[in-house]
């Protein structure tokens, strides 16, 4: 039986594929190109970091790849690279170059916006060889990684989810936030409605799951009920006898302090 011509891959989206047949059918073996690491895209990552870093230009994993360093049992196709605010538009323009032209390939922003998100206002990148895409985020709109800082600014910005991930993750005590958050006075109210308002303007949806909320929350109110309820958030499939989190197991070493190949 003669082979099939499957024509030329598309080099952004559509996997390689090859013909295989035996005496009677015949077999497609699609090659996805995987990053680093059984797909955490680790390498590709610290590549992007170092070559901006050479250029002088300060930067950082954040978004859920810093959840994950924290221990929190997420996942992401996209990662989040924050640089400074005033180096974004250089460090846009240095991976669009003719030197980097043959490695990223620039995608516009993503179609769809996210709950309380600005992603979809940021230019995409894939490199070239794998499938592994990012966004550079300005400093300004990111959770700093320093767990401290981190949960603080979760706290905030009133983010339940990623809040619960990241106390999840890091088993921290209740003890633990007084000694090292703010917990006086409520959220950043100030900062939520000037993250609306870039929402709005950049096309989001005025309904309330798109915007941040602006409703007065007490931080330490917040805090008390994020970090008492974290053995709640177990599932069946994490039994208290073994689980202190639904990320964490009883005298497990802090992530953070080990090799990862996540992130």
Known sequence: ???????????????????????????????????????????????????????????????????????????????????????????????????????????????????????????????????????????????????DSQIFDFLEANDHVSLADAIDGSDVSEEWGYQNLDLDGGIDLEWAEWKNSLILEHGGRAVFYDLCSTQYVDKRELWQSMVRRKGGRRGWTQPHELFATRFRLHGSPPPWLEESDAC
């Open 1 to 147: 039986m003669a082979g099939v011509d499957l024509g030329p891959p598309s080099s952004l989206s559509r996997p390689k594929m090859r013909t295989f047949q035996n005496s009677s059918e015949i077999f497609l073996l699609t090659q996805i190109c995987l990053t680093s690491f059984g797909g955490h895209s680790t390498l590709e990552a610290k590549e992007v970091i170092r070559i901006l870093e050479d250029a002088g230009i300060i930067s950082c994993i954040c978004g859920v790849g810093a959840l994950m360093f924290y221990g929190a049992g997420r996942v992401s196709s996209n990662r989040e690279i924050c640089v400074p605010s005033q180096l974004k538009e250089r460090a846009e323009a240095l991976l669009k170059s003719e030197k980097y032209a043959s490695s990223y390939i620039s995608l516009p922003p993503w179609p769809f916006p996210s709950s309380a998100s600005l992603s979809h206002t940021y230019t995409r990148f894939k490199a070239a060889a794998v499938s592994f895409y990012f966004v550079l985020v300005p400093l300004n709109n990111i959770h700093l990684p320093p767990l």
